[in-house]
């Protein structure tokens, strides 16, 4: 019996690690597409969205570590970041234009999960009903799709928040930073969360509870 729960919590941790893996290697290949934009040298990526999705779908704590691993690939080398002959490479790009974008992922990360974690009601102990997450239960009512659409545009709020106080910091100028790194992306923005909103509802709680 004994080591068949030891057996089993070496498998629930093997699936944990490879999903911390998988989230950063889901967010390096996003990094590599992006789309330069006029007027900034912050270009248009993926990276937000699956910085959002992974957050979503590994939780508050393992969404963190996988893009914490994420930084680390990035900061030792591994060409995982937006390959751009205008920004530093390796740890470097972490302090340039765009290091305050790839510093607030973790923070993302984890705000997304957390706000997505399963809970009780108030006042009911019962197995059926009670768990918060979108998609626990059959069908999503809105309430939960304003949950998962809440918790979805905190954590690119947070992204955005982190940019913005970088190139701030870069410029000396408020103003300058979001007109570089906050205003050219709000509709590219809008549209990914139109897209993971219905996809974080309907899958969070099947990946969730493999892990």
């Not at 007027?39 to 959002?52: E, F, H, R």
């Not at 999705?53 to 393992?62: K, N, Q, T």
């Not at 690939?73 to 490479?89: C, I, N, R, W, Y």
């Not at 690119?156 to 870069?170: C, D, E, F, H, R």
């Amino acid at each position: 019996m004994t080591d068949l729960a030891l057996g089993v919590r070496r498998a629930a941790w093997g699936a944990r690690v490879l999903a911390v893996v998988l989230g950063a290697v889901l967010v390096a290949l996003a990094a590599q597409v992006s789309i330069p934009l006029p007027g900034t040298p912050v270009p248009m990526t993926l990276q937000p969205m699956a910085v959002l999705l992974v957050g979503g779908l590994l939780g508050a704590r393992f969404g963190a570590l996988s893009m914490i691993l994420y930084l680390a690939m990035g900061a030792a080398g591994l060409p995982v970041f937006t390959p751009s002959p205008l920004l530093l490479p390796g740890i470097g790009r972490l302090f340039g234009q765009t290091g305050g974008y790839l510093l607030a992922y973790p923070i993302a990360a984890y705000a997304v999960g957390a706000l997505l974690t399963p809970g009780r009601r108030p006042g009911e102990n019962t197995p059926e009903g009670v768990l918060l997450t979108p998609g626990h239960r059959p069908g999503v009512s809105r309430t939960q799709w304003a949950r998962t659409a809440v918790a979805v545009l905190a954590g690119l709020v947070l992204i955005y928040l982190g940019g913005l106080a970088q190139l701030a910091i870069l410029t000396g100028n408020l103003s300058a930073a979001a007109r570089f790194g906050t205003l050219p992306f709000l509709l590219g923005d809008l549209v990914k969360i139109a897209v993971l909103v219905p996809v974080l509802a309907k899958v969070t709680p099947t990946i969730r509870a493999r892990l």
